[in-house]
């Protein structure tokens, strides 16, 4: 096969008669060709619409078939997609689609958030529909007449997403075709995925993790992807046997979940060719635990949206997998001290990475920039060490993040909503150990007038999708302080972890 440059490439065989796209909840499947030739109408149907190249488009849908297809469409218009969480309240979905500069929205017709959203920022919004052979329809947009759009380029923009920053901002990630488009075929590639291979997407397809970690990479080896809207624990081995799911991918809690159910779900001992995790830390005993029951190799990889998703991540045998450790790098990947030397082997430092996967820069953030990257390596933020054979083993975070089971919330977007509640002088957010997410979310308050946990907790659901909500809220009389008068969260997690005195 030719070198493939560009997203419209990304498909291994568009000419297949193979399945591309399950989608057990409509019982429609997509054969690459049909993919194929959807991906060109919908994209002349987008241009048609008045979009030109660059423009962005958010995307606020359930996983599903149509996600995939319209963002292939959006890509191969020259257009960016920009997908988003449909749990977002309508303030967080206004921040991302006027940051991402969208000029449209997809979504569907129910989600109230949206429209509000939309309409403040003077935004129309469309709706996808599907139908029973998996034919994508965007209401109200007719059959283009148009030419198909010309093509794209390596560098265009094909993906925005955004990352939890260290202040309340988070930062705009622009990911370019050749940055999607080598991270899926590196995934594919370590893997060693082939048009046998069938995986089922229970991530989000608004994450890197969900669009090129288990799906973009199976399209680009010609596999199939089985998509149903969300992850349900009583559906998963159902839908694994009846569509011959070789592998999934997913965060330690939804293993953990699988795990514990095993037994009563009556899931397979063998069947799978791998398991794979991402996106926090899988404990060494739950990944022997995992092997043991479904019989299948897991191997933990490390990604981050800054590098289009996997930097590194344990082989498939016969290449030794190492609990523990997140494997070996799929781009370059180097370990830094605080003077920015590149250390050696066994010696623990921020983990920097480098190579086509890596963003160019966050959008109009030249201060991040300049923090983020040195020397052309970029900083990861997460601290990590090298063995002998170049494993990775990842051991704590340098930036300020709380981790809930692979999903990321920046404290400092939750103690500014917290700052806006009439009742509340001081906040600050931190994370505790948890069993079930790796990591919980809890606040801290000094209080200036009567509050209760409730209302707090009311005011924040309010404002914060529910996953960023703090299942804890403590009144405190004062937060503990560094010299500078930073916020120790620190001290804060020890305070008020389980156990804790
Ligand atoms: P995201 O941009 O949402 O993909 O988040 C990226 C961050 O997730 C990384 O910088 C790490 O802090 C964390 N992460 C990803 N994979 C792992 C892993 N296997 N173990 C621990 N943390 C991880």
Redesign the pocket.
């Known amino acids: 096969m030719p070198q493939r440059t560009t997203l419209a490439e990304l498909l291994a065989d568009p000419s297949a008669p193979a399945r591309a796209i399950i989608a057990p909840s409509s019982g429609a499947a997509l054969s690459y060709n049909d993919l194929a030739e959807q991906v060109e109408r919908l994209a002349a149907a987008l241009r048609g619409a008045g979009l030109a190249p660059g423009d962005c488009v958010s995307i606020v849908l359930p996983n599903g078939l149509e996600v995939l297809v319209l963002f292939l469409a959006l890509t191969r218009a020259r257009l960016v997609a920009a997908p988003l969480n449909p749990a977002y309240k309508a303030d967080e979905l206004r921040f991302y689609m006027g940051d991402a500069q969208a000029r449209a929205v997809i979504a569907d017709t129910a989600n109230a958030a949206v429209h509000d959203a939309a309409a403040k920022l003077g935004l129309p919004v469309w709706s996808p529909t599907a139908d029973a052979r998996g034919q994508v329809w965007i209401s109200p947009l007719g059959p283009a007449a148009n030419r198909v759009p010309e093509a794209a380029r390596p560098d265009d923009v094909a993906l925005f997403l955004h ?1 939890s920053g260290t202040t309340s901002r988070p930062k705009g990630v622009p990911l370019t075709h050749t940055n999607v488009l080598c991270s899926s075929l590196n995934i594919a590639r370590h893997y060693e995925l082939t048009p046998e291979d069938r995986s089922l997407v229970v991530m989000p397809l608004f ?3 969900g669009l090129i970690g288990a799906a973009l990479s199976t399209l680009a080896s010609g596999g199939a992807v089985i998509v149903p809207p969300r992850f349900s624990a009583s559906e998963f081995w159902g839908l694994a046997r009846a569509h011959r799911a070789s592998w999934y991918s997913a965060v330690p809690t939804i293993h953990q979940v699988l795990l514990a159910r095993a037994d009563s779900d009556s899931a397979p001992h063998r069947g799978l060719r791998f398991i794979r ?6 404990a060494p005993a739950t990944l022997a635990q995992l092997e043991r029951r479904f019989g299948a190799p897991v191997l ?7 590098a289009a ?1 996997q930097v590194a991540s344990n082989p498939p045998p016969p290449r030794p997998h190492k609990p523990g450790t ?1 494997g070996v790098g799929t781009a370059e990947v180097a370990v830094i001290d605080d003077a920015g030397h590149h250390l050696g082997a066994n010696m623990p430092g921020e983990v920097v990475v480098r190579g086509p996967t890596v963003m160019r820069g966050y959008r109009n953030n030249p201060e991040a920039n300049a923090a983020a990257f040195i020397d052309g390596w970029f900083r ?3 601290r990590g060490v090298l063995d002998a054979d170049g494993y990775l083993a ?1 051991i704590g ?1 340098i ?1 300020e ?1 709380i ?1 809930r089971g ?1 999903e ?1 919330i920046s404290p400092a977007e939750v103690d500014a909503v917290l700052l806006e509640h009439p009742a509340v002088a001081e906040a600050a957010a931190f994370g505790i150990p948890d069993a079930k997410y790796g990591e919980e979310i809890c606040a801290a308050v000094v209080l200036k007038a009567d509050a209760d946990a409730n209302e707090l907790a009311a005011y924040c659901r309010s404002r914060l999708a529910d996953f960023k909500v703090p299942k804890a809220f403590h009144i405190v009389a004062a937060l503990p302080k560094g010299p500078t008068g930073k916020i120790q969260r620190r001290e804060l997690s020890a305070m008020f972890k389980p156990g804790a005195k």
Not at 277 to 282: D, E, I, N, P
Not at 300 to 306: D, I, K, L, N, V
């Open positions: 990352t994450h890197v993790h995790s991402c996106s926090a830390a899988l933990e990889a490390y990604g981050m949206t800054e998703h997140v990861t933020g997460d990842l975070r930036k993040l981790n692979g990321k």
